[in-house]
Structure formats: structure tokens, C-alpha cells
């Protein structure tokens, strides 16, 4: 009976300590991921307005990527 509870925590013990790892592996792959390809620029934004027949100002910018920011 010992030897069954010693086995069932040295599996429950690699269960535990395998997810915090590949918790912490995909949360550094996934950072590095958004630091290489950022979701939206500012230049996406000019490209998207100027698809829509419009020339963006800078304020128009800046207030899109406020706006763009809050929701990520």
C-alpha cells in the first residue's frame, strides 16, 4: 500500500510540476510571438484608411491605436 501512495504522488508531482513548465514555455513563446509580430501598427491603420477613400491626420491615428489598445 506505501509503495502505491509513493507512486501516485511522484505522478501527481510530474503532473504539477509539467504544467507550470509548459504553462511558463507557452506564456514566453506567446510574448515573444506578440514582440516580433505586434497585431496592428500604425501604418496598418494608415493602410485600412486609405482602403476606405480616407487620409488619415496623425490625431485620427493616435486616436485609433488608443482605441485599439484598449480592447488587447
Known amino acids: ?3 502505491f501512495l509513493l507512486d501516485l504522488l511522484k505522478v501527481l508531482f510530474g503532473l ?3 504544467g507550470i ?3 511558463l ?3 514566453k513563446m506567446m ?3 506578440l514582440k516580433e509580430n505586434p ?3 500604425e501604418k496598418m491603420i494608415k ?3 486609405s482602403g476606405m477613400g480616407r487620409t488619415p491626420s496623425q490625431k485620427q491615428v493616435n486616436q485609433m491605436m488608443k482605441s485599439m489598445q484598449k480592447y488587447m
Open 47 to 49: 493602410a485600412m484608411m
Open 31 to 33: 510574448q515573444k510571438q
Open 16 to 18: 504539477i510540476v509539467g
Open 39 to 41: 497585431p496592428i501598427n
Open 1 to 3: 500500500m506505501g509503495a
Open 25 to 27: 514555455i507557452a506564456k
Open 21 to 23: 513548465a509548459g504553462f
